[in-house]
């Protein structure tokens, strides 16, 4: 029996939660959270850090147990795990939850039965330099999670990319 994860702290609600669930590869674990900060750098430097948890208690929980420890945060809509897919990708995808699709589990059948037999995925792989924007929109119900499950179908990778960080000049143009 798994005791009790610990709770989780965030002092800005506006910083994306990314927990570690993997302790495999240090050197995939430093490259993920490179990329996490490296996100934020130059045009992004006005968007929050983010709040990482490297606590070896966390180590192989599986994402049903990780929604229900974050879900004692009512701020946070998504949250992001390194798991072993992020630490053996060479992308580092993390694997976002959805912490709102529980609410379709009190929805009245008669109305709604069709939604409550299929209720919407609840992961999808975000690859670091899209974590905020995720995040964000979610933060701030812009975009609903299903959209950004679509999106990742429609990646060769299988992931949600930023498209204003892909479509940032490289400065090779001329």
Same mark, same amino acid.
């Given at each position: 029996?798994r005791?009790?994860?610990?709770r989780?702290?965030r002092?800005?609600?506006?910083?994306?939660?990314?927990?570690?669930?993997?302790?495999?590869?240090?050197?995939?674990?430093?490259?993920?959270?490179?990329?996490?900060?490296?996100?934020?750098?130059g045009?992004?430097g006005?968007?929050?850090?983010?709040?990482?948890?490297?606590?070896r208690?966390?180590?192989?929980?599986?994402?049903?147990?990780a929604?229900?420890a974050?879900a004692?945060?009512?701020e946070?809509? &998504?949250?992001?795990?390194? /798991?072993? #897919?992020? =630490?053996?990708?060479?992308?580092?995808? *993390?694997?976002?939850? !959805?912490?709102?699709?529980?609410?379709y589990?009190?929805?009245?059948?008669?109305?709604?039965?069709?939604?409550?037999?299929?209720?919407?995925?609840?992961? &999808?792989?975000?690859?670091? /330099?899209? #974590?905020? =924007?995720?995040?964000g929109?979610?933060? *701030?119900?812009?975009? !609903?999670?299903?959209?950004?499950?679509e999106?990742?179908?429609?990646?060769?990778?299988?992931?949600?990319?930023?498209?204003?960080a892909?479509?940032?000049?490289?400065?090779?143009?001329g």
């Amino acid at each position: 029996m798994r005791e009790e994860l610990p709770r989780v702290v965030r002092d800005d609600a506006w910083a994306p939660l990314v927990i570690r669930t993997d302790f495999t590869d240090d050197a995939a674990w430093r490259e993920v959270v490179a990329a996490l900060a490296q996100a934020v750098e130059g045009e992004r430097g006005g968007e929050s850090a983010v709040h990482l948890v490297e606590d070896r208690r966390w180590e192989g929980v599986p994402g049903d147990l990780a929604l229900a420890a974050a879900a004692r945060d009512e701020e946070l809509s &998504v949250v992001f795990l390194a /798991d072993d #897919v992020t =630490m053996r990708s060479p992308l580092r995808p *993390l694997l976002a939850l !959805d912490l709102g699709a529980d609410d379709y589990q009190d929805l009245d059948p008669v109305y709604y039965q069709e939604l409550i037999d299929s209720p919407p995925p609840r992961e &999808v792989r975000v690859v670091p /330099d899209a #974590v905020h =924007m995720v995040h964000g929109n979610m933060q *701030l119900a812009n975009v !609903d999670f299903a959209e950004f499950v679509e999106d990742a179908a429609g990646d060769p990778d299988g992931g949600v990319r930023d498209a204003t960080a892909a479509s940032a000049p490289t400065g090779s143009e001329g």
